[in-house]
């Protein structure tokens, strides 16, 4: 049975003079002060503990206090903990990006390594106009993103990302243009659901037609859309998106921030959903959270402007920690242990058991999607559950309070509007899935049924 509601994150903060500290998230009554973690359970200053159900956030998929992980990385520090990057580079982070090439699906064949994903996303845009620049078509600058799409904090990727809260940072990127998901076309009424894909790539279309294909450098989009709940992709858009950017020349961008290396049952989910874009944008996971570090991984077609001359001089000046020999440890010894655990056939047999539970503990009142062990559940019943599905905050909606309901018996998910998502991490047990289920029956009990 879950335990009763039992968390108070706030009393973690007990003594400590946080004034000076420009917090992550905004502070509210739920943020917790950690202090310590093992498997998939951390606890906070108080001595709580709660268990993880969205691996930190899409990040601790081989768990909390890896011992191969942290003495590679400790290792390194030791003997070589960063290298003059306008000199040379380091022998680990030649070998990450061989082997990051060799788990990509063909023809990636090139990875520039960063140090994360809003990082990854900047370097897939400057190579995109780049690549056009390079072969004579300067015209082409704008860049296509969804609605409801996130792809990072910086200028340039928050440019891409379709939140209404963006535009508080005034204009980004010029020729930053939007188009629809499938997932939102489908809460149009009248449109039946496997229409939706369909009608997204007719309408993608005509955006290009309208802007003119000879200006579009790039469409970028998430495999699966995090901020509509894990807006898993139907059959065959990824595909038909592929060969929309063909017909007109534009380069396909894949952030796999969220679904790469592993999390959807394969190694990205260009496999998962058979569409291999020309840049993949990868992070998060990468490195199971012991080292920042990211990547963009770069198809045979674009690789060239990068060979020599003007263009690779100009792509050049990196970031200082891009391809530091720490992270590229961290992700080598994350490399070894995805191997060793064999995370496609793990991911895939632990959703089967997960996917069962978390159809049990919904009783029918929310709709559940899911890729690999990526979740999202958006509800469908109890008194609040008038999301905007905008992925825009609008005060509590019903996800925040199931995800406020988790915490207080010490589970953490994510809820927004009217979803919420989970992605458990890799070396989870099934016991911690039962667990996890468990939690979150009681959870929408008490928020959907009015239960205690
Ligand atoms: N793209 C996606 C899909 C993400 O979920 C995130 C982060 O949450 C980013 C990009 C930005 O990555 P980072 O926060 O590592 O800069």
């Not at 946080?18 to 200053?45: H, K």
């Not at 992709?233 to 998106?241: A, C, R, S, V």
């Amino acid at each position: 049975m879950p335990s009763a509601v039992q968390t108070d994150p706030a009393s973690s903060w007990t003594g400590l003079d946080t004034s000076a500290f420009c917090f992550e998230s905004p502070r509210s009554p739920d943020t917790i002060l950690f202090e310590s973690a093992q498997g998939v359970r951390l606890t906070d200053a108080a001595g709580r503990e709660y268990l993880d159900g969205l691996s930190g956030i899409f990040v601790t998929c081989f768990g909390y206090g890896s011992r191969p992980i942290a003495d590679a990385v400790t290792e390194q520090l030791h003997r070589l903990p960063f290298n003059p990057p306008l000199h040379g580079t380091s022998r680990g982070a030649v070998e990450l990006a061989t082997q990051l090439v060799r788990l990509a699906p063909a023809p990636l064949s090139l990875a520039k390594l960063v140090n994360g994903g809003s990082e990854s996303v900047e370097a897939a845009l400057r190579l995109a106009r780049l690549y056009h620049r390079e072969r004579g078509e300067p015209g082409r600058y704008k860049v296509l993103s969804c609605y409801h799409g996130y792809h990072g904090a910086t200028f340039g990727s928050l440019a891409m990302t379709g939140r209404p809260d963006t535009t508080r940072f005034g204009p980004g990127l010029t020729g930053a243009v939007r188009v629809w998901t499938p997932h939102s076309l489908a809460r149009l009424p009248g449109l039946r659901p496997e229409e939706a894909g369909p009608q997204a790539l007719a309408l993608i279309e005509r955006t290009i037609e309208a802007e003119d294909p000879s200006a579009i450098a790039a469409l970028v989009v998430e495999p699966v859309v995090h901020l509509l709940g894990m807006a898993v992709p139907p059959p065959g858009f990824l595909p038909g998106l592929r060969r929309l950017c063909d017909r007109y020349g534009i380069l396909l961008v894949f952030d796999e921030i969220v679904t790469g290396f592993g999390r959807t049952g394969q190694a990205f989910a260009a496999d998962t959903f058979g569409a291999v874009p020309d840049l993949l944008c990868v992070g998060k996971g990468i490195s199971g959270g012991y080292a920042p570090l990211a990547a963009v991984l770069i198809s045979e077609r674009v690789a060239p402007v990068l060979a020599t001359g003007a263009a690779s001089y100009a792509f050049a000046p990196s970031h200082t920690y891009a391809a530091n020999p720490v992270s590229a440890a961290a992700g080598l010894a994350a490399l070894r242990l995805y191997r060793e655990l064999d995370v496609p056939a793990r991911v895939t047999r632990l959703s089967g058991h997960f996917t069962a539970l978390l159809e049990s503990a919904l009783r029918g009142r929310g709709v559940l999607r899911s890729a690999g062990l990526l979740y999202g559940i958006t509800l469908t019943a109890g008194p609040s559950a008038a999301g905007d599905g905008a992925g825009g905050r609008t005060g509590e909606g019903v996800g925040q309070a199931v995800a406020r309901a988790c915490l207080r018996r010490g589970l953490i998910i994510r809820g927004e509007d009217d979803w919420v998502v989970l992605a458990p991490a890799y070396v989870s047990t099934e016991a911690d899935l039962d667990r996890i289920a468990a939690l979150l029956g009681a959870a929408l009990d008490e928020v959907l049924d009015g239960a205690r």
